[in-house]
């Protein structure tokens, strides 16, 4: 099966658009759709992209998914920084068999 | 509104069993995929499992194939997780989580999680 290899960590200053990214290590990036969950400290995940870059209803579009079929990765860029955006963050796809991986999470910290 | 609600976790010797239920309610149960999805305490997600709103077609893990087995009772809108021969390393919180439309990949409402602890 794939793997999905994302940075441990990434920060930012409020105001500020910084980029996480999701790398698959086989297979195509654009055959299987990504998804992009948000998890904050003592709190279930949430959906914040789905299908490589449709926003869940209450999603701010400060959040944007995208698939970059040259590096064979996905991004989530958020752009506007909150305070609130602290959290972190994992890509998840599949496989033919419908098998999932997510990717290994990205901390956020906002300066 | 959407609701799922786990339960079953615990403290459990390995090579035990345990066996996890989920409670939908506020969607049509019946008509959704679910998944089982756990995650060590400050460590990742790991999905676990997956089953059609009719049963027929069940995925898993390498990691728990052959030791777990998934489950539904759409009359009941519960999903179950049945846990044999644990290990200490599915110790871990599990999250049922319901897809977000028929043919989804991908979860949009998840439980809050129940704690399962493998150990002697």
């Known amino acids: 099966n794939f793997m999905l290899t994302q940075p441990h960590s990434v920060s930012g200053s409020p105001g500020e658009t910084v980029a996480i990214s999701c790398t698959r290590s086989s297979g195509n990036i654009d055959t299987r759709y990504v998804q992009w969950y948000q998890q904050r400290p003592g709190s279930a995940p949430t959906n914040v992209i789905y299908?490589?870059?449709?926003?869940p209803s209450g999603v701010p579009d400060r959040f944007a998914g995208s698939i970059d079929s040259s590096s064979n990765s996905a991004s989530l860029i958020i752009s506007g920084l909150k305070t609130e955006d602290e959290a972190d963050y994992y890509c998840q796809s599949y496989d033919d068999n419908n098998l999932w991986v997510f990717g290994g999470g990205t901390k956020l910290t906002v300066l | 509104e959407v609701q799922l609600v786990e339960s079953g976790g615990g403290l459990v010797q390995p090579g035990r069993s345990l066996r996890l239920s989920c409670a939908g309610a506020g969607f049509t149960f019946g008509d959704y995929t679910m998944h089982w999805v756990r995650q060590v305490p400050g460590k990742g997600l790991e999905w676990v499992s997956s089953i059609s709103w009719n049963s027929f077609t069940i995925a898993y893990a390498d990691s728990v194939r052959g030791r777990f087995t998934i489950s539904r009772d759409n009359a009941k809108n519960s999903l179950y997780l049945e846990m044999n021969s644990l290990r200490t390393e599915d110790t871990a919180f599990y999250y049922c989580?319901?897809?977000?439309?028929?043919?989804?990949?991908?979860?949009?409402?998840w439980g809050q999680g129940t704690l399962v602890t493998v150990s002697s």
């Open positions: 299908e490589d870059n449709q926003r």
């Open positions: 989580g319901k897809v977000g439309t028929y043919f989804a990949n991908y979860l949009d409402s």
